[in-house]
Nanobody
Framework: QVQLVESGGGLVQPGGSMRLSCAGSGFTLDAYALGWFRQAPGKEREGLSCIASDDFAIYADSVKGRFTISRDNAKNTVYLQMNSLKPEDTAVYYC?????????????WGQGTQVTVSS
C-alpha cells in the first residue's frame, strides 16, 4: 500500500523551530518530486516548498528564508525544517509526491500533521 506519513507536528512558541518528516512506504521516493503544503482553518491550501528528484528546491515567498526542504532517499523521507515560526504558520501541514516534478498536481498525499504556533 502506497502511503506518505507525516510526523513532527505539535505546539511551538513563536520564534521557535520545528522539523516535520514525511516517510514514504510502499514505494520509493527518489524519483519523485516532494512537496510540502499547509492549510489553515478557513483558508485555501498553500504550497510551501517542493524539492525535485535532482534536489532543486523552490519556496513560497511566505516561507523563503525560514523553511528548508530536504530529502534523504536512503531513509525514503522528506523533511521540512521550520525556523522563526510565527502564529500565522499555524496550520495542518501535508506532504505530497509526484513523478512529474514540482507542479500543480501530486500523485500521493499524506494525512497531515497539525502545527500550532502559540505562546
Amino acid at each position: 500500500q502506497v502511503q506518505l506519513v507525516e510526523s513532527g507536528g505539535g505546539l511551538v512558541q513563536p520564534g521557535g523551530s520545528m522539523r516535520l518528516s514525511c516517510a514514504g512506504s510502499g514505494f520509493t521516493l527518489d524519483a519523485y518530486a516532494l512537496g510540502w503544503f499547509r492549510q489553515a482553518p478557513g483558508k485555501e491550501r498553500e504550497g510551501l516548498s517542493c524539492i525535485a528528484s535532482d534536489d532543486f528546491a523552490i519556496y513560497a515567498d511566505s516561507v523563503k528564508g525560514r523553511f528548508t526542504i530536504s530529502r534523504d532517499n536512503a531513509k525514503n523521507t522528506v523533511y521540512l525544517q521550520m525556523n522563526s515560526l510565527k502564529p500565522e504558520d499555524t496550520a495542518v501541514y501535508y506532504c505530497a509526491a509526484d513523478l512529474g516534478g514540482c507542479g500543480a498536481t501530486y500523485d500521493y498525499w499524506g494525512q497531515g500533521t497539525q502545527v500550532t504556533v502559540s505562546s
